[in-house]
Every structure is written in C-alpha cells, then in structure tokens.
C-alpha cells in the first residue's frame, strides 16, 4: 500500500540547467572574482560533494571554495555579486515543470504524503519556499541541509521517519544519478525513473544508464501508474 511519494529536485519537478547556462553562469563568476573561468568550473566540479553536505557553511564559501582550489586567490569584495549571481542562476533553474503541480496536487487529493529528497547546494532550500508548489510538501529534505547525500541510506531513512512510513510504502521517482535510484531499491522502495523524451541536457554527475526498472517521461505519468491505484 503506497503511502507517500518521495521526489527528487532536479531532473525531476525541476528541469537540469543546460550546458551553456551552466557556462554562462561559471563565466561570469568567475569574471567578477577575477579568476579564470576553466579554473573556477574545474574547482565547482571537484568540491560538489563537500558543497552538497553543507560542509562550506554557506554559498560565499563554497564559491571560495572552487575559486581558490587551484590555488588562485580572489576580490574578496567581489564575493557578494558572485553569491547574488548565483542565486540569479538558481531561481531561474527552479522553475517546476509544466505539470508538477497538477501532479503533485492529486496525489495530496488521494490522501498521499508528498516528500522531497534533493542533492543541492545551500541556496536551493532558501529559494524553495518561493515557488509555488512548496506548499504541497510534507517534508522536504535538502542534503546541504541535513549533512547527508544521495545515494547514502540514511538520508532515504530520516525522508521515511519524516514522512512517517516504511520503505515499502513510499514510491521514489528520479531521474537517475550517483546511484539513487539503485540505492531506494536496495532499501525495499517501489523506485520509477523520469525521463523526458525532449530533455534539453543530461546534466546528472553519475547517470544510471543501466536502470532497467519503471520508467515515464512525464510527471502526470504518475497518476496512472498502477502501484498508485492501490492506495490508503
């Protein structure tokens, strides 16, 4: 009996930014620091598991972080037009697909609870709150947050404990990336993978090109999927 939903962010209810939006963004950061922009992508790329864990303290430090890892230094004046740049960039990437919030909404009409369990950067969770579907989630989770990352288990358990169900009961829906989809199944999760047809960019870190499990390309897919006919 499938009691909750449990979503991942981007790929998911978000589209992936695109190569070139993520250039653009890596570029002008790093102009304003007055770093090269390869050096400062190369130092993103390389720390996103330190930044995904919240272990920076804050996105001035993880920009900090990536920009002096090559052991450059930066305008430390500068710092506060890189974090607003990149807080630009993030609020335009968290923009819900076309039918996420018709589909989240009649899962809540079928008495379901709605989680969220991302992998993200410290910006995101303070920019969540805005958009118009937060409110229909019960719990979310944002691994800056919690200190905890996909694909590790106990980030699926506390989203369970937080949501009140056993893993059998909650359904995990992602695209596909460092492992998560294979991490949910292995912990007893009914586990469905997202992906679009006229997807834009394949931005996962670690895709699971070798899911052979459940698979839509849309979100209101869900709503007809039978595991969810079969309800409490």
Known sequence: MIKAVLFDLFGTLVDNPTNAEVSQL??????????PAEDYAKGWKATFQERAQGKHGSVAKSIAAAATMNGGSINQEALPRAVEIRYEFTRGWLTPRKDALLTVTELKKRGLKIGLLSNCTDEV???????????????????SQERLRKPLPEFYHRALERLNVVASECLYLADGDNGELAAAKKLGMPVVMIRPFDLLNDYRQDPEEDWDGPQIERLSELLHLEILNNIS
């Open 26 to 35: 890596h570029h002008e950061v790093a102009s304003v620091l007055g770093v």
């Open 125 to 143: 969770p303070e920019i969540w709150p805005s958009l118009n579907i937060a409110s229909m989630f019960d719990e979310p989770l944002f691994s």
